[in-house]
């Protein structure tokens, strides 16, 4: 999400007449753009603004420091308490604003903020960078109204919203006739997009549907979309990937525990059991569909057991890939009123338990 965000800011600029330089020694102008999910993530944005340091000191104005992105609304004013160097603080849908901000504070001296807005402008969309000639990512929903209790994503990106499948459509066959061959469809929760077109019950544009329309794009060759939530997962969705001819034939479905007890803290709404049923209909549907996941190990009051059953499900599951994460609390959210009791040496050792495991079992499986 972060890196399609990145090319439409980029893009944005270039229309406003900037340059993009490859060395940021060279630029007037720095962008941050932030990620709030982890501690980790956040901690080294604030290590980079400090190394500028010197410069902001030995040239006072320049270069602008901007922090955009979920550090942004997370923090929102505080951020200029935190670093004496940051000039411009934009949260994730306030980003049209950008150009106009920068050049406020190219003009003046002095900070600015904005943050807040509900949704973004659809004009965000309109730009012509890319980095890669022939891959995009094409954002299809943002927001989330699930609130699992490690998260921060509802807070920072807001609640859910959908955007028109027309808008979609139309920036794809822009894309296709660029030179983009694939696309990545995006989003928090791409299998609850909805979009109502009127008021009408026949005119609600769904996930599948949307994928169908996607599908029919003259000249686009293939897609694939992330991240798809468990508890939206479905038959017809499975059936979809398997009829539609461009789509790709994987499927990122993250599972963050293989323990009952600790889905039910994390909010998940989805036990291990519907996990499974799940994972062995979407093989049956779509053979050799590659299945990856997201895991987090060391959630609060995570005991060596309910670690155990998420290796146990790696087991049972097999997946082609899986990206383990260690828990941090973040603000906001229900699980950071838990005492974080699992010890930051048994969360690395159960990531690392893991990613073995993953290992083995990945090698195990190419090796027949
Ligand atoms: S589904 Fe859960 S983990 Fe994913 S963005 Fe929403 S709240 Fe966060």
């Not at 999910?37 to 400090?50: K, L, N, Y």
């Not at 609850?192 to 029919?216: A, C, G, H, P, R």
């Amino acid at each position: 999400m972060n890196a399609r965000d990145s090319e439409l800011v980029v893009g944005m600029l270039i229309k406003h007449g900037y340059k993009l330089v490859d060395d940021s020694k060279k630029a007037d102008i720095i962008l941050f753009n932030t990620c709030s999910v982890r501690q980790h993530a956040e901690d080294r944005v604030w290590s980079e603004i400090g190394s500028l340091k010197k410069r902001k000191r030995a040239q006072g104005k320049k270069p602008i420091v901007c922090l955009i992105g979920c550090m942004a609304q997370n923090f929102q004013k505080k951020a200029f308490a935190r670093s004496e160097f940051i000039d411009l603080v934009v949260g994730p849908n306030n980003i049209s604003e950008l150009p106009g901000l920068i050049e406020t504070v190219l003009k003046k001296q002095g900070k600015s903020l904005s943050v807040g807005k509900i949704k973004r402008d659809s004009g965000v969309y309109n730009t012509e960078y890319i980095e890669d000639k022939l891959h995009c990512n094409v954002i299809i929903m943002e927001g989330c109204n699930n609130f699992c209790s490690y998260c921060i994503v509802p807070y920072v990106r807001g609640r859910e919203r959908s955007r028109p499948a027309k808008d979609i459509l139309n920036e794809i066959k822009r894309l296709v006739a660029k030179g983009v061959k694939e696309i990545t469809l995006l989003g928090q929760n791409v299998n609850s997009y909805k979009f109502q077109i009127s008021d009408s019950k026949s005119q609600i544009v769904e996930f599948i549907d949307l994928i169908k329309m996607v599908n029919d794009v003259e000249g686009l060759k293939r897609f694939g979309f992330v991240t798809a939530h468990p508890k939206d997962a479905s038959v017809e969705m499975f059936k979809a990937i398997a009829a539609l001819d461009k789509c790709k034939k994987s499927l990122h479905l993250p599972v963050q525990s293989g323990s009952d007890r600790i889905l039910k803290l994390m909010n998940r709404k989805y036990t291990r059991k519907h996990y499974l049923d799940l994972v062995k209909k979407a093989r049956e549907i779509v053979p050799g569909i590659r299945l990856t996941t997201d895991v987090m190990v060391g959630f609060p009051t995570e005991t060596d057991k309910n670690f155990q059953d998420t290796v146990d499900l790696f087991e049972d599951v097999k997946f082609d890939a899986a990206y383990v994460f260690k828990y941090s609390p973040r603000p906001h959210t229900k699980a950071s009123d838990m005492e974080d009791d699992v010890s930051m040496q048994v969360k690395k050792e159960r990531n690392q338990i893991l990613l073995k495991f993953q290992k083995q079992l990945h090698k195990k499986r190419i090796d027949g």
